[in-house]
């Protein structure tokens, strides 16, 4: 049969329900032809589970069928939220008017009559899935819509709010503007809140002169008469920080808010006629200039209500424009006593204070100015100098970058230059300059200050030489990523290591020879032939840990891992008894070096508290000394472990199992040299 129905784009899921195998294999052959996903159920029950558990975008549904029939269960489906849209399409030999009827009262969406015709199926079906994809897009648009009427009614609310906020502002910046002085500003914030946003009383409380307690103010607002007598009872209270609502909004600095005063509240004081008032609700806002707190406003309602954010927000706001009134009122007072003030700072003031040309001149300087610079008054200072580039700095250059710069920044901040003084002495100086700008941007004058900073510069040279003495010195004995570790204050320092190898050596003979020298030649000789080992250490990239009378231990793979360890503690063992070796033919004396290696974790740290040393710790360590200790001199001896690491690049000559000090018998053997390929 031939498909003259196109397939869909997506493949639909359809669940075919029949008790009768060959009705389920027919229907489902022919729907999977025709590009639909089939799934198949024998019964009731079943149909039930996989509709829940996958909801179907169609039901092909069988009437006849044991346990539960077609219309009972369409009515379970009806009753799922999960399953009460998906359209159900009765299939049935039974075409008796009454049992079709039934089949729609129970929710199916249409009926299909055994023997049924194949395009009489599809043509049902693909209508059904049809009308359930635009019933899907409708509610989708009809969710869609009202989402966004909701957004729009949130908006236009938000708006209305936002208007009447703005407009509180409004009203109330202007009638802050237009108070003459800090109470009557006071005053007219009270009257605009109880008036515009519906408080019933409004008082405001201010430090006093001590600031130690709030009082009530001039300001005050009431909504009528009735409310004297809590002004009167006011009128005689002060509150220390923490007490009232006042005191405790004065000492948190943050508004508060309490929605009903009938149930109690610490420390109010005029809790009995506020009770016979009827005030239930109650809030208070500081007025701040910083950190300081200029005013508490504290507002009283008859009505309870809960904390309104959004007031909180537009009154702090309000608080802000009273703040910056108070802050203007202030600065006023401030501005003349400074215009008072500043000519006696500028003419006494320890450092030097000046206005310059953009071309090099003076235009105004002060007394230190002048005498930092060697001229006995600021007249002289000003009329000699007309080019400070040549004239002051020692590098002409320094000008051009201190113009640069103050073009860049507008300012400049510690800029430091050496100049040349009157008499010829060269000094170091800290400037502090900011360009002065008309209303264009164009450039009027430089104006700053400069400070003799000649004793700071040579203290900070001085302990430049002395940090670099004392670097230099701590990289003797430490490691060098141990030492930045250390100076980056770093309390304890220790690090496990999985792998290293550690190397142990000591002079033979050296006792006997000893006994023939002075002390001086002692530590002479000593000194040249561990520089040569410390020489070779830093050849192979191995670390010295330490010396000990005429012993000398090395380890290679840390404080920075790697991985040919015990190669290149092979090698430093190797340099170590040419070193001897060519020294004994050079100078006739007998002497060779005991040699022990061993390879395996430690673990390093530094200890000490004034005087520092980095250590190693570990069975490995342990081993290492025990190889030296009883190897023979002339020779090196190595692990088993080492010997592993090393034997495919390195000769060596087996000795055998001896016995070690603490870890019973060990087989051991002498390294003898490289490979050479």
Known sequence: ????????????????????????????????????????????????????????????????????????????????????????IFISALDD?????????????????????????????????????????????????????????EEIAERQRAEESIRFLLETTRAIG????????????????????????GEAWIPDAEGTVLESARGWYASNASMDAFRRQSEQLTFAMNIGLPGRVWASKQPEWVEDLSRGYPHFFRSQIALELGFKAGFGVPILV???????????????????????????????????????????????????????????????IFQSTPSGGYLSANPALAKLYGYDSPEELMSEINNIAQQLYVDPERRLEFVAAMDTENAVSGFESMVCRKDGRRIWVSENVRAVRDSKGNLIYYEGTVSDITERKLAQEELKVQQEQSEKLLLNILPKPIAERLKAEQSTIADSFAQVSVLFADIVGFTELSARMSPTELVKRLNVIFSHFDQLAEKYGVEKIKTIGDAYMVVGGLPTPRQDHAEAIAQMALGMQAKIAKLCAETGEKLAIRVGINSGPVVAGVIGVSKFTYDLWGDTVNVAARMEATGFAGSIQVTDVTYELLKDKYLFERRGVIPVKGKGNMMTYWLLGKIVS
């Open 97 to 153: 008017v009454l049992e079709k009827v039934k089949a729609f009262q129970v929710g199916g969406v249409d009926y299909i009559t055994k023997p049924f015709q194949v395009e009489e199926v599809l043509a049902r079906v693909q209508n059904q899935l049809s009308l359930r994809l635009l019933q899907s897009k409708l509610q989708q648009q009809a969710r869609e819509l009202h989402d966004r009427n909701s957004r729009l009614q």
């Open 178 to 201: 237009e108070a003459v002085d800090f109470h009557s500003a006071l005053e007219v914030i009270l009257h605009q809140v109880g008036e515009t946003i519906g408080w019933d009383v």
């Open 290 to 352: 910083g950190d300081e707190v200029l005013a508490v406003l504290v507002f009283f309602k008859i009505s309870s209500g809960g904390k309104d954010a959004r007031f909180i927000d537009v009154f702090n706001a309000v608080g802000t424009q009273l703040g910056s009134l108070i802050q203007r009122k202030q600065a006023e007072e401030l501005l003349r006593i400074a215009q008072e003030k500043y000519h006696s700072i500028v003419e006494n003031a320890m450092e030097g």
């Open 1 to 88: 049969m031939m498909n003259d129905h196109p397939l869909p784009a997506t493949p639909k899921d359809i669940l075919i329900v029949d008790d009768m195998p060959d009705n389920l294999r027919l229907l489902s052959t022919m729907l999977t032809s025709y590009g639909y996903h089939v799934r198949k159920a024998i019964n009731g029950h079943l149909a039930l589970q996989g509709a829940q558990i996958s909801p179907p975008d169609l039901i092909l549904l069988d009437i006849n069928m044991p346990q539960m029939n077609g219309y009972e269960v369409c009515e379970q489906l009806k009753l799922s939220e999960k399953t009460k849209d998906i359209p159900v």
